[in-house]
């Protein structure tokens, strides 16, 4: 997901947490529930874009906050350190359409993607 994209569904997540307190402070008997449920979403909004953005990151993208980078696992004719093994654990990239191999390494479960065939 785009930086713009995350953004504004972070400020509309805001906005709506702000909409739904208005509405229980503005509507003190009957405005409880909509004003949870308006608070809530908007709440759910801004966690799904903080999780969202912390997933299917490599190591160093996490270090220098980088971008996610593209499909494809490892380049092409990279050659892995020997610690690395390879699993039974096969899938095909989706923006590639590639099958890959997972390989771990057995020390830290640290995982590497290589394209097959």
């Known amino acids: 997901m785009s930086a713009v994209i995350r953004g504004i569904l972070v400020v509309f997540g805001l906005l709506l947490m ?3 307190i ?3 402070a503005a509507l003190p008997g009957g405005g409880a529930i909509p004003g949870l449920e308006l608070a809530g979403f908007g709440a759910f909004l801004v966690v799904i874009v903080a999780v969202e953005r912390h997933r299917y990151r490599s190591a ?3 270090i220098t906050n980088g971008p996610t ?3 494809g696992g490892e380049p092409a004719g990279a050659q892995l350190e020997p610690r690395f093994r390879p ?3 096969l899938f095909i990239d989706p ?3 590639r099958r890959m191999r997972v390989l771990i390494d057995p020390a830290n479960g640290e995982r590497r993607y290589v394209a097959e065939g």
């Open 18 to 20: 702000l909409a739904g």
């Open 22 to 24: 208005g509405v229980i």
């Open 60 to 62: 160093s993208a996490e």
């Open 69 to 71: 980078g593209p499909g």
């Open 87 to 89: 699993t039974p654990e």
């Open 95 to 97: 923006t590639t359409g």
